[in-house]
């Protein structure tokens, strides 16, 4: 005897999708007045800094700039005779057997630095995460300002000084710019205490050693 196996078929139902959430701020011309408003992603600008993730961020980062270059030479690696300097006995002086031993100037030296990689490894999620979280702690504190019009200006000091100080960015300052850049960096590069980055290298240690952090409103779409 066989029975029928009925078979049901099961309706899935499409889960709406996520609304985009972020964090409105104003956006300021290079005049330093008001031009307009833009939303900042959270997932890089309102997520919960996590300190601990910075210090490990900032710790690596400055390893990874280490050269590692130093070197000193042993005494079976400086320039010097091998000939035994005097006889054994009979002399009453201490026994030596060649001039470049460590204890002569100009002989080798002992446990000295040699060649060596400092670099250090930092996974591509936690380098997001820790950026996230520094830019986070800048936005929480008030030193995140996003400028339009930086593209169209003259490539002059003079012009970015001003641009600076009407947006208000005074002492150590980050520029957050979208691909090379060429007259923004040129007109910044004479610029004490401006440091200018383009979207795609920027890097916790960047972000956290600066007290304004200026995005060009190009460059903030750029970051994701």
């Known amino acids: 005897m066989t029975m029928a196996v009925k078979k049901t078929?099961?309706?899935?139902?499409?889960?709406?999708a996520k609304a985009v959430t972020?964090?409105?701020?104003p956006v300021?011309?290079?005049?330093?007045?008001?031009?307009?408003?833009?939303?900042?992603?959270?997932?890089?600008?309102?997520?919960?800094p996590n300190k601990q993730l910075l210090a490990q961020a900032i710790r690596v980062y400055l390893a990874n700039q280490r050269v590692g270059h130093a070197a000193t030479k042993t005494r079976g690696q400086v320039e010097g005779s091998t000939r035994k300097i005097y006889?054994?006995?009979?002399?009453g002086r201490a026994r030596h057997g060649a001039i470049r031993a460590p204890i002569f100037v100009g002989g080798g030296i002992v446990f000295g630095p040699q060649p060596r990689d400092y670099s250090l490894k930092f996974p591509q999620k936690m380098r997001r995460a820790a950026l996230?979280?520094?830019?986070?702690?800048?936005?929480?504190?008030?030193?995140?300002?996003?400028?339009?019009?930086?593209?169209?200006?003259?490539?002059?000091?003079?012009?970015?000084?001003?641009?600076?100080?009407?947006i208000g960015a005074a002492g150590s300052t980050l520029l957050v710019v979208s691909g090379a850049a060429t007259n923004i960096v040129r007109a910044?590069?004479?610029?004490?205490?401006?440091?200018?980055?383009?979207?795609?290298?920027?890097?916790?240690?960047?972000?956290?050693?600066?007290?304004?952090v200026?995005?060009?409103?190009?460059?903030?779409?750029?970051?994701?």
Do not use: C, W
């Open 214 to 224: 200026i995005f060009m409103k190009e460059a903030v779409g750029a970051l994701k």
């Open 28 to 48: 300021v011309g290079v005049d330093g007045k008001a031009a307009g408003s833009m939303t900042l992603p959270e997932q890089f600008f309102g997520v919960k």
């Open 132 to 166: 996230a979280s520094s830019l986070s702690q800048q936005q929480a504190q008030g030193n995140i300002i996003v400028v339009s019009g930086l593209s169209d200006m003259a490539p002059k000091t003079k012009n970015m000084a001003l641009a600076l100080g009407a």
């Open 188 to 212: 910044a590069r004479n610029i004490a205490q401006l440091d200018v980055l383009p979207v795609a290298d920027i890097h916790a240690y960047g972000v956290v050693t600066h007290k304004k």
């Open 9 to 16: 078929t099961k309706t899935v139902k499409s889960k709406p």
């Open 22 to 25: 972020g964090i409105k701020i």
């Open 87 to 91: 006889r054994q006995k009979g002399t």
